[in-house]
């Protein structure tokens, strides 16, 4: 790797960093605080105890239901990209010593948007945390919606999730969710805002729809009105948490509400 190729320019606030840097730094700029994505591999990486995690449901994979042309194509790409199945991940593990569930989502794969078999896994997560009186928690960094690929097969996920961590709730057993970069459309209008405790890092983007929708609302509407930031103090969102505390608060969480 070269030198100039070890350096990049921050999304944030565009000063010069070293690649390598970000590594030791939860792929936080130490300048401004701009928390950049990461998939969900390095999502467990940084949550788990490392050697506990256990994937749930890892041979299911996303297939075109409806024939859509060159869907097939676009699956392939992402999943050479990403090395993943699925635009999400679950399973259980330790997080600082505490059993929990978890699903994490992966916005590679496109765009983290809810399939069929996205819906039934995360569906899964939550009846294994039934089963086994865990707690679940579910990491959303998913801009996109329904996938308009798998049509109403895609679009009926946001019920049966949404189902699934209710019946969760209604049995008294902890479920939380955390936003990280992004989180719209149906996975916003659905398990990502039924949590008993919402957390987001810092920066966050969330909403139904992305800011070119303003356009449709003819509203005039506050600048950052879809960060994490404005939402927190308009009580939509429960707390704020650096990613290098994440992991810590979520094992607090999980003593407390044991």
């Given amino acids: 790797m070269t030198e100039e190729m070890k350096k990049s320019v921050c999304r944030g606030c565009g000063i010069e960093i070293e ?5 030791y730094t939860y792929k936080v700029c130490l300048n ?14 940084f949550l788990m105890d490392e050697g506990t995690f256990v994937e749930y449901d890892s041979e ?4 075109n239901p409806l024939n859509f042309p060159e869907y097939e194509d676009k699956l392939i790409k992402d999943k050479k990209l990403t090395g993943l199945k699925e635009a999400v991940i679950t399973g259980e593990g330790l997080i600082c010593g505490r059993p929990t569930t978890i699903g994490i989502t992966d916005y590679r794969f496109r765009m983290g948007s809810m399939a069929s078999v996205f819906g039934e896994k995360v569906t899964r997560c939550a009846e ?4 086994k009186r865990l707690p679940m928690i579910i990491v959303s960094s998913s801009g996109g919606g329904a996938r308009m690929q798998e049509g109403l097969i895609s679009l009926m996920q946001m019920v049966k999730t949404s189902a699934a961590c209710m019946r969760l709730k ?3 057993l902890l479920y939380v ?16 805002t039924l949590g008993h405790i919402i957390i987001a890092e810092p920066g966050t ?16 509407l506050p600048n ?18 650096q990613r290098k505390d994440l992991k810590t608060r979520l094992a607090n969480l999980l003593d407390f509400f044991s």
Wanted: with cysteine; glycine share 10%.
């Fill in 128 to 131: 294994h945390a039934l089963e």
């Fill in 19 to 23: 690649i390598e840097e970000l590594v």
């Fill in 177 to 192: 969710d955390v936003l990280s970069y992004q989180s719209f459309a149906g996975v916003m209008a659905s398990f990502a």
């Fill in 60 to 63: 299911m994979e996303s297939s």
């Fill in 170 to 172: 209604q049995e008294g």
């Fill in 205 to 220: 983007r969330v909403g139904f729809t992305g800011e070119r929708g303003r356009a449709s609302v003819k509203q005039n």
């Fill in 32 to 45: 401004c605080n701009y928390h950049y994505p990461i998939g969900a591999d390095e999502r467990i990486r």
């Fill in 224 to 241: 950052g009105f879809q960060t994490a930031e404005f939402m927190v103090e308009r009580g939509m969102i429960d707390m704020i948490v």
